[in-house]
């Protein structure tokens, strides 16, 4: 725990909810500025103290709240001037508080939008030598509420999303959390809203919160030092905007917290106009086979045997994984001749080309030529305490190295000229590594350099390739990329299906941050019927599907394909825009097993059971966001027909998934 906090925790009586209940005074003294958000909500700041408390009608969710920034560590509690100012900004309002010592003017901001019920709060430095390690513009007192949503940094190593007893052992949560009643589901949303010079972390325990920017740790954002110090430039230095939400729904908050950050980072890749992709990838059981002879077999299988399993405007993807240096003699630098006829065949036949890479990874790890430069790998490797780091068996590449860049242009300019129209990028979160130096002497942080090279790789691209991202950092990564992977590897059973519907059930809001999330491989081989569906309805809900058969011969997962991939019912399904949302949600990683999407005519409901045994599900209309009444239902699987009244009473068997389709009477 930051000092701050210890220090607060030592300052404050605990007082419960009695405390945070209590009712405003009539009049407030002068040195207490309110500033109005939402429709009955106020930030009272108290200049003489130097904190705020955060009121929505006459609750105070947030009590005794102050900024703080390395080397303070504490609110300003000696007699200082402060200033309270406001200015007009598009659409609001924005609040300064100003206080000035040490030749350093430190500012919490405030910023009020029109018709929004939240709010966004940051701390700014400004003055000769303004910089910090460690900023944050909100840590104090929270009210009391049954659970907590820890997030992850990123998608690797399997890492899981969880909610925590709010009343339990402390958590860091990564750049956002929720605190919520989860019997009401009424609470408040925490996050940063900018990742371009920070690592973020929500601190709770208990009723103490702290949002510090600054934040690394060595088993969530992988980072083995401490974070790097911001300036932005000689005489600023500001922490991110942080979100602070009150919401009567904590999941509608967590949608809204996604648009927020599509908002305050817009893309810096071009904007998808296209479908919702869907197609194959060579990675959920070719693997190390990839050869040209494979891939072509597979793009007529899809061309020829499961001609319906297509985007809205008739398109599917063909992409290329790992290996596919097997067809270049000679490597990056060799004969792509091969490349060249698989990209011609496809679209011969009508598919879309894709290919893979992992731009700022290393995974010979030995001394020789970077491809495209006349510098030694050596030069390139990120260190960490003077030694290289190394992760997943590959070694970080520093991102703004004239030789990564190098590499970077010479090899999407083949991908280019080969005709490729996709592009997988995996392993970029080891570009976001904090680092002992990067060779621009301008990046201090690894989100610095993470945004360095990520801009760098969009440049070369082009707008010429649908671009998505694997192992990546989950927020970070939004400006530059269309689709995402949702979770880490996951291929057919349902252990797997449970793993990445973990990520889903409280990572969904992220297809407000980018156009696609997607689910990984959809791999049927070897799998049971249940399965097959379970892992299938796992894409849909997630939000796109990539299957991922050996179809270059034809065996069973061929005619499992056929079957469910061109059910026009299902294939409806995983054609609607964005994913579906959580209905039910429980402690700890357990996954929902509802998810509902409403599309306007129809209502679709996915039900899962990670349960060996048969296992019946309930739910009423409300819960799934429905009117009373009677509702026509087709399962899409099975085609079974049924009316339903007052909500939905469904028996689905152990392993397995349904999709409901509601049609109102």
Not at 30 to 59: E, M, Q, R
Request: charged share 20%; net charge neutral; with cysteine.
């Amino acid at each position: 725990m930051n000092n701050a906090l210890i220090w607060f925790r030592n300052l404050l009586p605990v007082t419960g909810m009695l405390c945070l209940l209590t009712p405003l005074y009539a009049q407030q003294a002068a040195h207490v500025k309110n500033i109005p958000f939402g429709k009955n909500n106020h930030i009272a700041y108290d200049l003489h103290k130097g904190t705020y408390t955060v009121w929505t009608g006459k609750k105070a969710v947030i009590r005794n709240a102050f900024a703080f920034y390395e080397d303070a560590g504490k609110p300003d509690t000696l007699p200082v001037l402060r200033t309270f100012a406001s200015s007009r900004i598009k659409d609001g309002t924005r609040y300064v508080i100003t206080s000035a010592g040490n030749g350093i003017k430190k500012q919490q901001v405030f910023y009020v939008y029109n018709g929004k019920e939240g709010f966004y709060t940051s701390l700014t430095l400004q003055g000769k030598g303004a910089r910090s390690r460690a900023m944050s513009p909100l840590t104090g007192e929270a009210a009391l509420y049954t659970s907590g949503v820890v997030a992850p940094f990123d998608n690797d190593a399997w890492i899981k999303y969880r909610v925590a007893d709010q009343q339990g052992p402390a958590f860091t949560s990564s750049e956002v959390t929720a605190l919520y009643d989860s019997t009401t589901n009424a609470g408040f949303i925490l996050g940063s809203v900018e990742h371009n010079d920070w690592k973020t972390g929500v601190k709770v325990e208990n009723t103490h919160v702290s949002v510090v920017a600054g934040w690394t740790d060595s088993l969530i954002t992988r980072d083995k030092i401490q974070h790097g110090i911001v300036t932005q430039g000689d005489t600023l230095c500001s922490s991110p905007k942080i979100f602070v939400l009150p919401t009567a729904n904590w999941r509608k908050g967590m949608e809204q917290y996604g648009s927020a950050n599509r908002l305050a980072e817009p893309r810096y890749i071009f904007e998808w106009t296209g479908a919702k992709p869907l197609g194959w990838n060579s990675w959920g059981s070719m693997q190390t086979k990839l050869n040209l002879a494979k891939a072509k077999q597979v793009v007529d299988f899809f061309a020829d045997s499961c001609k319906t399993f297509r985007g809205k405007d008739g398109s599917i993807y063909i992409d290329l994984d790992s290996y596919w240096d097997n067809m270049t003699k000679g490597g990056m630098t060799g004969d792509f001749s091969q490349l060249k006829a698989f990209v011609d065949y496809c679209k011969q036949r009508g598919c879309k080309p894709g290919i893979y890479w992992a731009p700022f990874v290393d995974w010979s790890k030995s001394s020789r030529t970077v491809e495209g430069s006349h510098y030694n790998y050596e030069e390139t490797w990120t260190k960490v305490n003077g030694q290289y780091h190394d992760f997943d068996g590959a070694r970080a590449m520093d991102p703004t190295h004239p030789a990564t860049r190098e590499r970077i242009a010479y090899l999407i300019n083949r991908f280019k000229e080969t005709g490729f129209e996709m592009i997988k990028i995996d392993f970029i979160g080891h570009a976001a590594i904090e680092a002992d130096t990067y060779y621009d002497p301008s990046v201090h942080t690894g989100m610095q350099a993470f945004r360095k090279g990520m801009e760098f790789l969009v440049d070369q691209m082009d707008g010429k390739m649908l671009v998505y991202a694997a192992i990546s950092p989950s927020l970070a990564t939004g400006r530059y990329v269309h689709m995402r992977r949702i979770a880490c590897d996951a291929f057919k059973n349902i252990g797997e299906t449970a793993y990445t519907l973990n990520a889903t059930s409280l990572g969904w809001w992220q297809n407000k941050v980018y156009d696609f999330t997607d689910a990984d491989h959809v791999v049927f081989a070897g799998a049971t019927p249940g399965e097959n569906r379970a892992r299938l309805t796992s894409a849909i809900v997630t939000g796109t599907v990539i299957t991922g058969d050996d179809y270059s011969e034809y065996s069973s997962a061929s005619s499992v394909a056929q079957q469910l991939l061109q059910n026009r019912d299902v294939l409806e399904a995983a054609q609607l825009p964005n994913g579906f949302v959580p209905a039910d949600h429980h402690s700890g990683d357990t996954p929902s097993s509802l998810f509902v999407h409403n599309s306007g005519r129809y209502t679709y409901i996915a039900v899962l059971n990670y349960n060996k045994e048969a296992t019946t599900f309930e739910a009423g209309w409300e819960k799934l966001g429905l009117a009373k009444g009677e509702y026509r239902c087709k399962e899409l699987f099975s085609g079974k027909t049924s009316t339903e009244k007052g909500g939905f009473h469904f028996k689905v068997a152990g392993a397995d998934a349904i999709i409901l389709r509601l049609e109102k009477k």
